[in-house]
C-alpha cells in the first residue's frame, strides 16, 4: 500500500490558511483550511470518479455562486473547482452539494458501513421522504497491475474498478446499512421476516434494480 502511494502523481495542490476565530471566513477559506490531496496511480486504467469532468455544482450555503465539482468514490472526496485551484471539501464538516444538471444531491453523514466500521463521508440522497431517507455510497476500488506468470501471460495494468454501492436507510437521526441481498435483509429484520417475504413477493421486488429499493425503503421505514 504505501509503496502504490508513493507511485501517485498529486493532481491537486492544496494550501493551508492560518486564521484567527474572530474573523469571518468566505467559502474558499473555509474549505481550504481542512481539505485533502487526491491523488491516483500513474499508469492505472479507468477513474477513480463518479464522473470525470468537472459539472457545474449548487453549495448549500453558497447558493449565489454556481461552482463545479465532482466526487472521487475512490477518496470519498468532493472535489470543488475554485478557478486557481481544485480543493477537497472537509468530509467532516457539513455540506449538501446539489449536481444542477440532474438535481442529484450529495450530503456528508457520521454512519457505520455494513462492516461496522464508523466514517464520515458524502452519500447519495436516492430518495427523501419527511418519513425516512434513503442513501447510496458510491464506490470505485483500486486493484494492483498483476504481473505476467510466464511469457505467455499479458501484464493485467492497475485499474480502478467501480463496485456495487452501499445502500442506507436514515429514520430520524439513525442510519443503519440496507442489505441488497435477500438473505441479509430477513437476517436485519428477523421480527418482520414474514412480512417483508410477503413485500418483495407481492411487489415483485428486485434488490438489484434502484427504484425498487425505493419502494422496499418505504415499506421498511413503516416496520
Do not use: C, H, W
Not at 31 to 48: F, H, I, M, T, Y
Amino acid at each position: 500500500m504505501k509503496k502504490r502511494k508513493f507511485a501517485y502523481l498529486i493532481l491537486i495542490t492544496l494550501t493551508t490558511y492560518t486564521y484567527s476565530q474572530t474573523v469571518t471566513l468566505d467559502f474558499s477559506e473555509q474549505v481550504l483550511n481542512k481539505s485533502s490531496e487526491a491523488s491516483r496511480p500513474l499508469d492505472a486504467v479507468g477513474s477513480p470518479y463518479v464522473n470525470e469532468k468537472f459539472l457545474p455544482i449548487k453549495i448549500k450555503g453558497y447558493e449565489n455562486t454556481l461552482y463545479t465539482g465532482r466526487y472521487n468514490a475512490y477518496n470519498g472526496e468532493m472535489e470543488i473547482n475554485l478557478g486557481t485551484k481544485i480543493i477537497a471539501l472537509d468530509k467532516n464538516l457539513d455540506y449538501q452539494i446539489t449536481f444542477t444538471q440532474k438535481n442529484n444531491i450529495y450530503r456528508t453523514f457520521k454512519y457505520s458501513s455494513p462492516s461496522g466500521i464508523s466514517k464520515s463521508g458524502f452519500l447519495n440522497i436516492v430518495n427523501e421522504t419527511p418519513s425516512y431517507t434513503l442513501l447510496k455510497e458510491e464506490i470505485v476500488k483500486y486493484y494492483d497491475k498483476v504481473p505476467a506468470v510466464t511469457t505467455y501471460d499479458q501484464e493485467k495494468p492497475a485499474k480502478f474498478v467501480k463496485e456495487d454501492s452501499n445502500f442506507y436507510l436514515k429514520k430520524g437521526n439513525v442510519i443503519r446499512p440496507f442489505p441488497t441481498k435477500r438473505k441479509d435483509l430477513l437476517k436485519a429484520y428477523p421480527k418482520n421476516a414474514k412480512k417483508i417475504k410477503s413485500f418483495l413477493k407481492e411487489k415483485k421486488i428486485s434488490l438489484k434494480k434502484e427504484e425498487d429499493l425505493i419502494k422496499l425503503a418505504g415499506f421498511l421505514a413503516t416496520l
